[in-house]
């Protein structure tokens, strides 16, 4: 069984640039789910995606968009970068549809935006 | 609001203590309820979760919790600290509204040796 694997492991980006996380789920789930967690905070989400399409959504502006394919990986995008954007995003699988509605973690992708 | 609050954002036990953390949600209705550790440059690992069957549940490592409904709490505990228990804990609550997770702020567990 293949956990959840997130992809680029760290980046550096510049104020006002964009960035594409990507992340695949583990094997069998349906759905991804992605955090950002700011330096000693706990993960806030941002939003879900099931089905290839946006299935709740946290409170986070439009510059914060995703995609799901129809292998259930799954894409971040962040738009007009800010300083405070800087954190680790972590993407979490799931399987929706059977009750259990724990969420399987990534490594997570660190984002410097300087 | 939904939220998840964890008392104390530091513990420090002695190996071989007890460890508490304490977590309390706030909602009239129970959620589904989770543990998971983080360790440093790492993502969460689940710990344990909460979902009706039994208050008490018990987890990997050692760990348990118990759902206590009148207290709104879901408290974590391990008999005996080892020194690879050093982390950060994190409480979550799931409400059936947007398939979010809830995290409370965490608390960093140290053991002393």
């Known amino acids: 069984e293949t956990g959840v694997t997130q992809s680029p492991t760290h980046l550096i980006k510049t104020r006002g640039q964009q960035v594409t996380l990507r992340c695949s789920s583990q094997s069998g789930h ?3 789910s992605w955090y950002q967690q700011a330096l000693g905070q706990g993960p806030q989400f941002i939003f879900q995606y099931y089905r290839e399409e946006e299935n709740g959504r946290g409170n986070f502006p439009p510059r914060f968009s995703g995609l799901q394919f129809p292998n259930y990986s799954s894409e971040l995008n962040v738009n007009a970068l800010e300083l405070d954007d800087s954190a680790l995003y972590l993407c979490a699988s799931s399987l929706s549809g059977t009750g259990a509605h724990e969420q399987y973690f990534g490594p997570g992708t660190r984002l410097t935006v300087t | ?40 440059n790492q993502g969460l690992q689940l710990l344990l979760k909460y979902t009706s069957a039994a208050t008490l549940v018990k987890g990997i490592n050692g760990f348990e919790a118990e759902f206590k409904k009148s207290e709104t709490s879901f408290h974590l505990t391990k008999p005996s600290a080892h020194m690879s228990d050093a982390a950060e804990y994190f409480c979550a609550a799931f409400y059936n509204q947007g398939g979010k997770l809830i995290f409370g702020q965490g608390t960093e567990l140290s053991v002393k040796p």
Do not use: D, I
Request: hydrophobic share 35%.
């Open chain 2, 1 to 40: 609001a939904q939220s998840v609050t964890q008392l104390g954002s530091h513990v420090s036990v002695s190996e071989g203590a007890l460890v508490l953390l304490r977590c309390n949600y706030s909602s009239s209705v129970p959620p589904y309820l989770f543990w998971y550790v983080q360790y440093p």
């Open chain 1, 30 to 32: 349906n759905t991804v």
